[in-house]
């Protein structure tokens, strides 16, 4: 088993009733336990005219290696009506690996730690409410000094 952390968003049809059925689907993928999930928080979207989403961060301890893991989570966004269209478009749910244990993964699928992590309140603060202080992502950057350089602005907690 490998601790991953997983990234969900949802601004279309009821976004917290979404990232509730998202996390009990994830607590019913194969070889995979949910530990622990963060509170939600609603943040700006990153395209003006749309909806705010909600956001959330869940800790899973898995033995699904990273592209089936990938797999599995898409089609849960397709269980819940994503469609893949405009990018940073609204959406019913969106499923990102950010963290995958200790590992930099660089495939034309998936790259983990999640490339615009830097960049984003809505996953940096509530990845810290699920692991300690002085966390670092397996590229060697520190959360401390990731959330240093990206402030709380547009989020609510929930």
Known sequence: MVRVHIGLGSNLDSPQRQLRDALQAMAGLPNTRLVETSSFYTSDSLLPGQPRYTNAVVALDTELVPLTLLDALQAIESEQGRER??????????LDIITYADRVIDEPRLKVPHYHLHARAFVLYP???????????????????????????GLEKL
């Open 85 to 94: 269209g405009e990018r940073w478009g609204p959406r019913t749910l969106d």
């Open 127 to 153: 990845l810290a409410e699920l692991v300690d202080e002085g966390f670092m992502l397996a590229d060697g950057r520190s959360l401390r000094a990731l959330l240093a350089a990206c402030p709380f602005v």
